[in-house]
């Protein structure tokens, strides 16, 4: 039996008249009535009561539209469902990504994507550069926003956005007072960095600004997520040194100045160079039309 005589015999079940129903199956009505005849044949009943004037379905007929009805809709279904998929329109893609990119691009980018593929499940994990790095090449992630470090083994890296580096310090901190803060006033001060080996190029390039001066960080505290650091530095344990996307979650408590040395940080996308998911050119395309409605500043 072929999926064809199904076809057309639902059509023609709809039509009640060959010429109308060959009509719709754009074919002509005397191969219509040859399929209509070899189904009967191989479903062993008759399906239609023909006369010169009229079409109607027996009651094995009636029956078997039921259920070729069924088999056509679910059919179609999975058919849709696999375009779909294929397309990047259904499925799953999973996203991680350094806190700074929560409050800012994240945001955005998800409600779009949701907007136009609210049949894709996105799952989210907040993870350093270090974590996504190796969530990606052991593919328990699709695509990662890290922080730029060079190039990575088996991964594609896209600039997103460049960020500066500015200083975060208590508001009543004697350094708050200034436009702008010199590294070298950064010396001999408490500081909350991130992890070492969590998040390396961006704490290679403070320990670069820092030697430059002849000095070291002080390093008192680390903590993994910007929101962890700026309440240690509203609670007044040290000063930090983030990129200035952190402006987007401040309070009152901090305040926020750019660096004298005007060094930048970029934020990137990070996947996989075989991946096998629809989905992530279209998150992609999302981060990148959030970054291009949001606010500067």
């Not at 409600?111 to 974590?131: C, I, Q």
Request: glycine share 8%; net charge negative.
């Amino acid at each position: 039996m072929e999926l064809r005589h199904l076809r057309y015999f639902q059509v023609l079940a709809e039509e009640l008249h060959f010429g109308r129903a060959a009509a719709r199956l754009h074919i002509s009505q005397p191969p219509l009535t040859s399929h209509i005849k070899d189904l009967e044949r191989e479903v062993g009943a008759r399906l239609f009561d023909r006369t010169t004037r009229r079409v109607d379905l027996t009651e094995e007929g009636r029956l078997f539209l039921d259920r070729v009805g069924a088999v056509l809709t679910s059919l179609d279904d999975a058919v849709e469902e696999v375009r779909d998929h294929a397309a990047g329109r259904r499925g799953r893609i999973r996203v991680g990504f350094v806190s700074s990119a929560s409050g800012t691009v994240i945001p955005p980018a998800l409600r779009r994507f949701r907007d136009l593929n609210p049949h894709v499940r996105v799952d989210l994990s907040p993870l350093t550069t270090r974590e996504q790095i190796d969530a990606l090449q052991a593919g328990r992630l699709d695509l990662g926003l890290i922080r730029a470090g060079g190039r990575v083994e088996d991964l594609r890296v896209e600039p997103l956005v460049e960020e500066a580096l500015v200083v975060v310090l208590p508001t009543h901190h004697r350094l708050a007072d200034q436009a702008e803060v010199d590294i070298g006033d950064l010396i001999g001060e408490r500081l909350i960095l991130f992890p070492q080996t969590l998040m390396p190029a961006y704490l290679a390039q403070i320990w670069g600004l820092f030697a430059e001066c002849g000095a070291e960080p002080w390093v008192v505290q680390e903590a993994i997520h910007h929101e962890t650091v700026l309440g240690l530095v509203s609670a007044e344990v040290g000063l930090s040194i983030l990129p200035e996307s952190v402006s987007w979650f401040g309070t009152d408590r901090i305040a926020i100045r750019p660096l004298v040395q005007k060094v930048t940080t970029a934020l990137m996308i990070a996947r996989t160079t075989e991946s096998a998911n629809p989905a992530e050119a279209a998150f992609v395309d999302c981060l990148y039309a959030a970054m291009g409605e949001m606010p500067s500043g």
